[in-house]
C-alpha cells in the first residue's frame, strides 16, 4: 500500500479577496496534512486560485486591470493569508499554491480534453460532442441555471435572476461543446454504492445520489472565444474556451504532474493521486459528479473521497454577506486572536458537514474557557509546581512500596495505570474521531484528559503533599502522570495547534516536536525522569473580552492578543487551584491603594456609565474621580462611602473631565457588574492598604 496522501481545498475564485470561509476548508486541509505528515504517510497539500472566466474577466474590467492583474492581485491576499495564519509551505503548510494560469496547467488540461475528447461513454456514445446551447448562464456562479435555479424576472423582457447571487443572468446561445454527462448516471451511481466512502458525509452522499438518480443533462463545456476569452483554449479549436469548472477541476491532477513531465519529476502524479478533495457543500455536485465524470471519460482513477464541510454562518444563523456587515474580516481575526485559537475554535465549534455559527464572542468564550483556563492552565500549574516542588526536573514516577499506604491516606490513587489507561483510551478514540474527520468529538475527547488530569490534581492535592517531606515521591508521581498526560496531549493536539502544541513541548524540556511523534506509537511512561524543564509560560493568554469586542465594534486597532505573562519561577498553592501569573511584591508595592470617603457623586451628562466623584484621601484638595458604576449605584447612595482607590495611576480624561485616580470594584458575571470594595471597620481617610 501506498504510503503517500493527497488533499486539496478547492481553489479559489481569484476574484475577491479572502474570507473566513477561504480561510477555513485551508485549515482544515492543512490540520488532516498535520496530522498525516506526524504518522509519517509522506504527504502532498494542494491549495490555490482559480483563475479563469468570465468572472474574473468583469472583476477585472470593474477594477482596470488586465485579468491577468487581476488575478495576480487578489492572489497576493491569498498569500499574505496563508502567511499570517501560518498556512504557507514556510509554516508547514501547503505544498503548493495552484494557479490555473500556470503554464503546465495548460498542458495538463489539454491532455485531459483530449482524452475525453477520444473517449466513448459506457453507453458507446463519444464523450464529447459540439452541438449549440441555449440557455441561461449564471457568472459568479459559473453555471447554467435551470428554470428552478433562478427567479423568474418582474417585468417581462429583463432576464432571470440567480437565486443565489440575486444577480441577473446571462443569455447565452451560442455553438457549444458538450460533455455527455447524461450517459454516466449508472456508472457514477455504482461508485457511490460500491464506495460508501467517497461522498462524505452521508447526508451529503445521499444528495448527491438523488440528484443522480433524478437523471443527469449533457453539461455543455465550452463558450465561444468572442463570449469568453479568459481561459483555456479547447485544443484544436481555439475558436472555443473551456468552461472553467473543466479547467479548474483538472487542478488536482495537473498540480501533481499529469499532461506535464516537469511537474510529474517535481511531484509525481502516480505517486500522490487519488486526492482527498475538500469542498463546501456549496460545490459539491461539481466534484462529486461532474469531475468523476470527466475522470471515468479519461480512464484515469476517481479521488479517494469528496468530503463536503458546512458553511459559516453569523451567531444568528444568518449567511454571511457584505451587505449584511455580518462577515469576519480576517485582518480582524488575525488582530485580535492567535492561529492556534481560531483553529481550535473553527475545528470544535463546526460539527463537521453541518454548518457552524462564527462568533467573535463565542471565539472569546471558547479561547478562555477550554485554552486559558482549561488546557493553558492545566500545562502551567503542573510545570509551575514541578518547578517548585521538583527543582524544575521530572520527578520520577514511582511511589516506592512503604509509601503506598499514606499516600492513598491521602487520598491519592497511587494505581498509575488508572489515568494512564484513561489517557490511552482517549487517544484511540481522539484519532478514531479525528480519521472520519470528526474534528469536534476529537477535541471533546482530548478536553476530557485535561479534565481528568485537573481532576488528579485537585484530589491529589499536591500542594499538601509538600508539607509532609514523607510524601515527596508521591507527590512526584502525581506530577509525572500530569507532565506525561501533558506530553501526550501536544502529540495528539499538534494537527490542531501546531504552535502551543511546540510551546507546550518545549516547557515540558522535550527535545525536537511533537510534530515528529507519532501518535499511535506513544507509550506511557516515556517522558524521561530527571530532564530539565524549559521556561514556564502561559501557552494562552486570557483574552479580554470587553475590551477585545469594544474595539472590534469601534474597529479601534488592537494587538493581536494581550502579551504573555512573565515567566513563573515559583510556585504557591495558587498555582495548583488555577492561578497562573504571579508579580513579585515589589510589582504590587508599586500599587498606591488609599483609603478615600466619598464627598460627592453624579451622573456625567450623556455618559450614562459613569459618575463623577470628589473622593477625599486626607490630600490637600479631594479627587475627582470617573468611575463606570453609574448604571449600577444611585449617586446619593455613595456619598459618605469609604472606598479604595488606586491613588497612583496616571491621571486621564474621560468626557472632559481629569480622573485622578480609580475606584477599586469586583467585576463579576457575563457584562462585568462592578461591586464597590469597601471596609466593614472604622479606618481613616488616606491610609495605605498593603
Ligand atoms: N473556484 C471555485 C472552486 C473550484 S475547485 C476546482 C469556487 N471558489 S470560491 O472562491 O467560491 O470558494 C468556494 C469555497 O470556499 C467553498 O467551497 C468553501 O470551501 C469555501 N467557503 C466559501 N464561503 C464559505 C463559508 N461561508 N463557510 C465555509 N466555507 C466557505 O467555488
Redesign the pocket.
Known amino acids: 500500500m501506498k504510503n503517500t496522501f493527497y488533499v486539496?481545498?478547492?481553489?479559489?475564485?481569484a476574484?475577491?479577496i479572502?474570507?473566513?470561509?477561504?480561510l477555513?476548508?485551508m485549515l482544515v486541509g492543512d490540520t488532516i496534512s498535520r496530522a498525516k505528515r506526524q504518522r509519517g504517510i509522506e504527504t502532498y497539500f494542494l491549495t490555490g486560485?482559480?483563475e479563469h472566466g468570465i468572472n474574473i474577466e468583469r472583476a477585472a474590467q470593474k477594477n482596470g486591470r488586465t485579468p491577468k492583474e487581476q488575478a495576480d492581485y487578489v492572489v497576493r491576499y491569498f498569500k499574505q493569508m496563508t502567511s499570517e495564519f501560518g498556512l504557507d509551505t514556510k509554516h508547514g503548510g501547503y505544498d503548493i499554491f495552484m494557479r490555473t494560469t500556470e503554464p503546465f496547467h495548460y498542458e495538463g488540461v489539454s491532455e485531459l480534453w483530449r482524452r475525453c475528447a477520444r473517449a466513448k461513454t459506457p453507453k458507446g456514445n463519444d464523450a464529447i460532442y459540439k452541438g449549440h446551447y441555449e440557455g441561461w448562464f449564471c457568472a459568479p456562479c459559473?453555471e447554467y441555471k435551470t428554470e428552478d435555479e433562478y427567479q423568474k424576472p418582474k417585468n417581462e423582457g429583463d432576464p432571470p435572476t440567480c437565486l443565489i447571487h440575486e444577480t441577473p443572468l446571462d443569455r447565452v446561445s451560442e455553438e457549444s461543446y458538450f460533455f455527455r454527462l447524461s450517459d454516466y448516471d449508472e456508472a457514477l451511481l455504482s461508485v457511490f454504492e460500491s464506495r460508501p466512502d467517497f461522498v462524505r458525509p452521508d447526508s451529503r452522499r445521499n444528495e448527491v445520489m438523488s440528484f443522480v438518480r433524478g437523471g443527469l443533462q449533457d453539461l455543455s463545456v465550452s463558450r465561444l472565444k468572442t463570449s469568453v476569452s479568459w481561459g483555456v483554449p479547447v485544443p484544436d479549436d481555439p475558436a472555443h474556451t473551456m468552461y472553467?469548472?473543466f479547467d479548474?477541476?483538472?487542478?488536482?491532477i495537473t498540480a501533481i504532474g499529469f499532461g506535464n513531465e516537469e511537474r510529474q519529476q517535481a511531484v509525481g502524479f502516480e505517486k500522490f493521486w487519488p486526492a482527498m478533495?475538500?469542498?463546501?457543500?456549496?460545490?459539491?455536485r461539481?466534484?462529486a459528479v461532474y469531475?468523476p465524470a470527466f475522470l471515468l471519460a479519461a480512464g484515469i482513477e476517481l479521488p479517494r473521497a469528496v468530503v463536503?464541510?458546512?458553511?459559516?454562518?453569523d451567531p444568528n444563523g444568518r449567511?454571511?454577506s457584505k451587505t449584511l456587515g455580518n462577515t469576519i474580516e480576517l485582518d480582524v481575526l488575525h488582530k485580535h486572536f492567535s492561529n492556534d485559537a481560531i483553529r481550535y475554535f473553527c475545528l470544535r465549534e463546526?460539527v463537521f458537514g453541518q454548518?457552524?455559527r462564527?462568533g467573535y464572542e463565542s471565539l472569546i468564550d471558547r479561547a478562555n474557557s477550554d485554552l486559558a483556563s482549561g488546557l493553558g492552565n492545566l500545562s502551567s500549574r503542573t510545570l509551575t509546581m514541578i518547578a517548585r516542588y521538583c527543582e524544575s526536573h521530572i520527578p520520577s514516577r514511582v511511589i516506592p512500596e512503604d509509601k503506598l499506604l499514606l499516600a492513598k491516606r491521602t487520598g491519592v490513587d497511587t494505581d498509575e495505570t488508572t489515568v494512564a489507561g484513561f489517557i490511552e483510551l482517549a487517544r484511540d478514540q481522539f484519532l478514531m474521531h479525528f480519521d472520519n474527520l470528526a474534528f469536534s468529538k476529537a477535541l471533546e475527547t482530548a478536553w476530557s484528559v485535561v479534565a481528568r488530569v485537573d481532576k488528579m490534581i485537585t484530589d491529589a492535592k499536591p500542594w499538601d503533599l509538600a508539607k509532609d517531606p514523607n510524601q515527596a515521591q508521591t507527590l512526584g508521581a502525581v506530577l509525572y502522570r500530569a507532565a506525561e498526560a501533558l506530553r501526550w496531549l501536544s502529540v495528539l493536539l499538534y494537527p490542531v495547534m501546531p504552535e502551543s502544541s511546540r510551546a507546550m513541548w518545549s516547557q515540558l524540556g522535550l527535545d525536537g516536536s511533537p510534530a515528529q511523534v507519532n501518535p499511535v506509537e506513544l507509550k506511557w511512561g516515556e517522558l524521561e525522569e530527571g530532564a530539565q524543564i524549559g521556561d514556564v509560560q502561559p501557552v494562552f493568554p486570557r483574552l479580554d473580552k470587553g475590551k477585545i469586542m469594544s474595539q472590534i465594534n469601534t474597529g479601534v486597532e488592537a494587538p493581536t492578543v494581550t502579551e504573555p505573562e512573565p515567566p513563573m519561577k515559583h510556585a504557591t498553592e495558587a498555582d495548583a487551584v488555577g492561578i497562573t501569573s504571579f508579580i513579585e511584591i515589589d510589582d504590587f508595592a508599586k500599587v498606591d491603594l488609599r483609603v478615600g470617603q466619598v464627598l460627592s457623586a453624579e451622573r456625567v451628562p450623556k455618559a450614562d456609565k459613569l459618575l463623577l466623584l470628589k473622593v477625599d484621601l486626607a490630600e490637600e484638595q479631594p479627587r475627582q474621580i470617573l468611575a463606570g458604576i453609574a448604571q449600577y449605584y444611585e449617586p446619593e447612595k455613595l456619598v459618605g462611602r469609604k472606598v479604595v482607590i488606586v491613588a497612583n495611576l496616571k491621571p486621564r480624561k474621560l468626557r472632559g473631565f481629569e480622573s485622578q485616580g480609580m475606584v477599586v470594584a469586583a467585576s463579576y458575571g457575563e457584562e462585568g457588574r462592578p461591586v464597590i470594595a469597601t471596609f466593614t471597620e472604622d479606618v481613616p481617610n488616606g491610609a495605605r492598604l498593603k
Open positions: 486539496t481545498t478547492p481553489i479559489y475564485y476574484n475577491t479572502p474570507h473566513l470561509g477561504h477555513y476548508t486560485t482559480d459559473a472553467v469548472w479548474a477541476l483538472t487542478n488536482y478533495h475538500l469542498v463546501g457543500k456549496d460545490i459539491l461539481f466534484h469531475w463536503a464541510h458546512g458553511m459559516w454562518v449567511k454571511m463546526m454548518d457552524g462564527f
